[in-house]
């Protein structure tokens, strides 16, 4: 079935500092991808999404490139802030059964 | 506002006893979602609904049930027969097939 894999570990880094985190999808057909963000204690928020192959998601300062011929979705920003401390889940929704798949996500913090 | 309620925030469940998590929207969504999650760990799939008074399992069914008798509202019961129910559980929905999904804040669920 479809699947998302995210790269291993907590992400530590400093106040200003380049973030990027992997991102990379098995599916069959032509699924939407999504970047969610969840602070401590919260439910997921729609941080943001791309649907189509060579579509740009952004906000925040946060961007990702949807790359078919990679199957990835990695997210980035230039200049992270203490405010960005959080979990970053990368999803697909498979569009046939309308259901998302996740991947574990990524606790990222932000050193001042 | 629009959007999701869940309630309650924190919930306690003595062994051998049924608990109810409420799950209210009013997006005007048709479909809704139950994901469980646990520390560290990704989002997994217990139940969904596409349409009033119908509803799929999803990936751990086993020892929790539902309902969807309106549009706005998606129950989730944790029965005594799930025998670790400790999580934080979300409850998501979407307007249509392969759009984003809006989360409400969870209900963190411990046993006493």
């Known amino acids: 079935g479809d699947s998302v894999t995210q790269m291993e570990g907590p992400v530590t880094l400093s106040e200003e500092a380049f973030l990027t985190i992997n991102c990379t999808y098995t599916a069959t057909g032509y699924p939407s991808l999504f970047w969610y963000v969840q602070y401590p204690g919260e439910g997921l928020q729609l941080l943001l999404k791309?649907?189509?192959?060579?579509d740009k998601g952004s906000n925040k300062g946060f961007e990702a490139t949807y790359r078919k011929e990679t199957t990835s979705f990695h997210l980035e920003k230039g200049s992270v802030q203490v405010s960005d401390s959080a979990v970053y889940f990368c999803a697909l929704s498979d569009q046939g059964n309308n259901r998302l798949a996740f991947g574990k996500g990524n606790q990222v913090v932000v050193i001042p | 506002d629009g959007g999701i309620t869940q309630s309650p925030k924190y919930l306690f469940r003595k062994e051998g006893q049924n608990v109810t998590l409420s799950c209210e929207q009013n997006l005007n969504h048709d479909a809704m979602y139950w994901y469980r999650q646990d520390p560290g760990q990704g989002l997994r799939l217990i139940y969904y609904s596409q349409i009033v008074n119908d509803f799929q399992k999803g990936d751990i069914a086993e020892g929790y049930s539902v309902s969807r008798e309106k549009k706005e509202s998606f129950p989730l019961t944790v029965t005594s027969a799930q025998k670790n129910p400790t999580a934080f559980y979300l409850c998501?929905?979407?307007?249509?097939?392969?759009?984003?999904?809006?989360f409400g804040p969870g209900t963190r669920l411990l046993v006493l």
């Open positions: 791309a649907t189509k192959a060579d």
């Open positions: 998501a929905t979407t307007k249509q097939r392969g759009e984003t999904q809006y």
